[in-house]
């Protein structure tokens, strides 16, 4: 790849982070706002504005499963554009749900997140719906990266890169917490 290319393909990285992200919390919003809920959203979070309120088990599952419902959708669209259309500045927008929803599996240790609330609330191990959704999302990533022939090389490298692009975004919501609404 050329150095322009490299330029571009790393502009579209952070492209691809800040939507992926952004378009993942704001799924989970228009949940809220659908069950009657006055919510807010960040970068990477989402929150009732009166946090007095206990959401129902059913609507607390609902609110989870709507940012990696919209996260899954997002890289299976995009599997289907680049299993007929070889373009390698798309593959960011499939490869990015991999890793943010690896992340999200990780960080469950710390404070149970979407796909760990729901495997509770379902009665089922911590990481169980997490290592499902992370299992299909790498199966999308490593099939197209056989069919497109992405090698080993780049995937680490895109993976490295969006590992910091996470850490930075998260970084950056914590710190300034940006809200959207």
């Not at 240790?109 to 719906?129: C, T, W």
Request: charged residues 15%.
């Amino acid at each position: 790849m050329k150095f322009s290319d490299s330029l571009k393909y790393f502009g579209v990285l952070v492209i691809a982070t800040f939507l992926t992200f952004f378009f993942h919390e704001m799924s989970h919003w228009i949940a809220y706002e659908l069950l009657g809920y006055d919510a807010g959203f960040t970068l990477n979070g989402v929150s009732v504005k009166d946090s007095s309120i206990q959401l129902p088990k059913l609507h607390r599952m609902i609110t989870s499963a709507a940012g990696p419902l919209f996260t899954i959708i997002q890289a299976i669209i995009v599997y289907l554009i680049l299993k007929k259309n070889k373009n390698i500045f798309l593959y960011p927008f499939l490869f990015l749900p991999f890793i943010m929803r690896l992340g999200a599996a990780w960080a469950n240790r710390f404070q149970p997140n979407d796909e760990g609330r729901i495997s509770l609330d379902l009665g089922l191990n911590l990481y169980f719906v997490s290592s499902i959704v992370v299992l299909l999302l790498f199966f999308l990533v490593a099939k197209i990266s056989k069919k497109n022939k992405i090698s080993f090389l780049f995937n680490s490298i895109t993976f490295i890169i969006s590992i910091l692009l996470l850490f930075v975004l998260v970084f950056i919501d914590s710190k300034y917490k940006i809200r959207f609404v």
